[in-house]
């Protein structure tokens, strides 16, 4: 089937098959290996990206089903050279270790920040719980999340 997909502002139509996942078609048709493929289950959050605006589990959603869609991936977040503030944040505040969940943990975080732009730490945690990390005691996460929540 052919699906027309906007991706970091730039548009493309492909042919795929109607059992491509949304992460299997970023990654693999568009070559954006950002978003990571963790579980395939839904449950750990590396390949969440934004569709329209929402974070999403690329994991649990076919590409078919973003076709007349806006995506967001991990790389589209910098602009002209500048990292995004939360990008930003999770490097000043050391919120990663391996790196493996931090995409999906920055794309989260976003969302997280646009439903509620001055969360308490317990809210952070609460929203980010979708989102795993095997390496960290997640307590520099939260802290990039809320610095980055003050730099707005």
Do not use: W
């Not at 994991?59 to 930003?88: F, N, R």
């Not at 969302?111 to 609460?126: A, D, F, H, W």
């Not at 520099?140 to 929540?149: D, G, H, K, R, T």
Request: charged share 15%; glycine share 10%; with cysteine.
């Amino acid at each position: 089937m052919k699906v027309t997909i906007t991706v970091n502002g730039t548009t493309h139509e492909s042919e795929i098959e109607p059992r491509t996942l949304l992460v299997q078609y970023v990654r693999e048709t568009l070559g954006l290996t950002g978003t990571n493929i963790g579980c395939d289950t839904s449950s750990c959050g590396a390949c969440s990206l934004h569709v329209d605006g929402e974070s999403v589990k690329s994991c649990t959603m076919l590409a078919a089903q973003a076709d007349g869609c806006q995506v967001t991936t991990i790389e589209g977040l910098a602009k002209d050279g500048v990292m995004h503030p939360m990008q930003q944040a999770f490097m000043d505040n050391h919120g990663l270790q391996c790196g493996f969940c931090t995409p999906g943990m920055v794309m989260a975080s976003i969302s997280l920040l646009k439903e509620n732009p001055n969360p308490t730490e317990e809210e952070v945690r609460i929203g980010l719980e979708g989102n795993l990390c095997r390496c960290t005691g997640y307590h520099n996460i939260v802290q990039s999340v809320l610095a980055a929540a003050q730099a707005k």
